[in-house]
């Protein structure tokens, strides 16, 4: 069963600012949270991690600078604001739990339906 569910994506321009939700059980609380992408034809990659307590956020080179993850656990919502967005940030965007504190790998192969983001030139 799935306990994710992602929300906000939409068609921006290039250098708008868009904010990700997602939804997670309370089960996640105490786990490490991500966000990942995966673009047409591509593999999925890791975009940004934070720690359960959110004291302790990172970022693939890619957006560091650009996008920040942030978490509410009191309303059990993951954020990814992305600023400054680019062509090539257009992906679905998905939230996972992380396998660890510091991971880049997802804890389990469960899904939800993700968020389109596209990003025009």
């Known amino acids: 069963q799935v306990h994710l569910a992602e929300s906000g994506g939409g068609l921006v321009q290039a250098g708008e600012s868009l904010r990700l939700s997602c939804a997670y059980s309370r089960l996640y609380d105490k786990n490490s949270m991500g966000w990942f992408r995966q673009a047409v034809g591509k593999d999925s990659e890791f975009v940004a991690g934070?720690?359960?307590?959110?004291?302790?956020?990172y970022y693939t080179d890619f957006v560091k600078g650009r996008f920040t993850i942030f978490r509410d656990n009191a309303k059990g919502t993951l954020y990814l604001q992305m600023d400054s967005l680019k062509p090539e940030d257009t992906a679905v965007y998905y939230c996972?739990?992380?396998?660890?504190?510091?991971?880049?790998?997802?804890?389990?192969?469960?899904w939800g339906q993700g968020v389109l983001v596209t990003v025009s030139s």
């Open positions: 934070i720690s359960w307590n959110g004291d302790y956020s």
């Open positions: 996972n739990a992380l396998s660890a504190d510091g991971s880049r790998d997802a804890l389990h192969d469960d």
